[in-house]
């Protein structure tokens, strides 16, 4: 079986993520919770990612929810919590952008666009996405979709590639299976597939993949180990109270030791974590 088939890799190495997300011979950890709630939560939880050792916070301002009824995140509110509170901190903010009407607002706010899961398959967003990018600094962290393979998604990156768009990295963050003791099935051999037949960087989240915050440290070791460029994790100060996937989320004793618990696994594999 060929999967390279209908797969144009002509993305090169030598401009994979000039923005500095990625770097030759790191380990990108994002950290910070699944959606921004307030200042105050947002505030104490981007302070841990910071204390952790750790340059990039991630957060919600507009949440994919399955359900409408649930909470669907701050919108611009949350997106100026996160840009003054990580520009107090020195942070970068990774985020998601669901409509292609807000691209611009959440470029002033934060420097990684991350297209969820769920729009993976969301070609004029892809698009629009990558023009909107293209020439700047920005980033675009492409979740794999729920059901999609690996040649599925790497094409949906060069939705944005091909847009202009350059400095994407792709996000291994689970796969419906019929798996039921975890929310999703971490696939980590399509890391690995997937740096095969593109040059561009591979990171891995653990959290949404597991859904229960006992399996986030284990899988995150694994996924240094598979070769991936970096984690995106979620956690928060006080996981009981989170407004969404408190059950994932590290609490910040566990974020501070991140850094060292994944340092020896790194090493090995030639990698410093950032
Ligand atoms: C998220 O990272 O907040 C998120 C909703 O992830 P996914 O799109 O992978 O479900
Ligand atoms: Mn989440």
Redesign the pocket.
């Known amino acids: 079986m060929d999967i390279t088939q209908g797969v144009k890799t002509d993305v090169k190495t030598d401009v994979k993520t000039p923005n500095g997300m990625i770097r030759p011979n790191t380990f990108r950890v994002v950290a910070g919770p699944?959606?921004v709630e307030s200042y105050e939560q947002f505030a104490a939880g981007a302070k841990a990612v910071k204390e952790a050792g750790f340059e990039y916070v991630?957060g919600?301002a507009f949440?994919?929810r399955t359900s409408p009824y649930s909470f669907q995140g701050l919108g611009e509110e949350g997106l100026k919590i996160m840009s003054e509170v990580s520009g107090e901190l020195g942070l970068k903010v990774v985020t998601?952008v669901m409509d292609p009407y807000d691209i611009e607002m959440v470029m002033e706010h934060a420097q990684i666009l991350?297209?969820?899961?769920?729009?993976m398959a969301n070609f004029s967003l892809l698009r629009r996405v990558g023009e909107a990018i293209a020439g700047s600094d920005h980033g675009v962290l492409l979740?794999?979709g729920?059901s999609a393979t690996v040649e599925e998604w790497i094409l949906a990156a060069e939705y944005v590639t091909s847009a202009g768009g350059d400095n994407v990295v792709l996000?291994e963050?689970?796969i419906r299976t019929f798996e039921t003791s975890t929310r999703f099935t971490l696939d980590l051999s399509a890391v690995i597939v997937a740096k095969r037949l593109t040059d561009l960087p591979v990171i891995v989240?653990p959290?949404?993949a597991a859904g229960r915050r006992d399996l986030v440290v284990p899988l995150s070791k694994a996924a240094v180990a598979a070769e991936a460029d970096g984690l995106?994790v979620?956690s928060h100060h006080d996981p009981q109270e989170a407004f969404c996937?408190g059950e994932q989320a590290l609490p910040i004793e566990v974020l501070l030791g991140l850094k060292g618990v994944l340092q020896p696994f790194a090493s090995a594999m030639g990698r410093e974590v950032i």
């Not at 991350?114 to 729009?119: L, P, T």
């Open positions: 699944c959606t991630r919600g949440k994919p998601e991350q297209i969820g899961a769920r729009n979740k794999r729920l996000c963050r689970g989240d959290s949404h995106m979620e996937d």
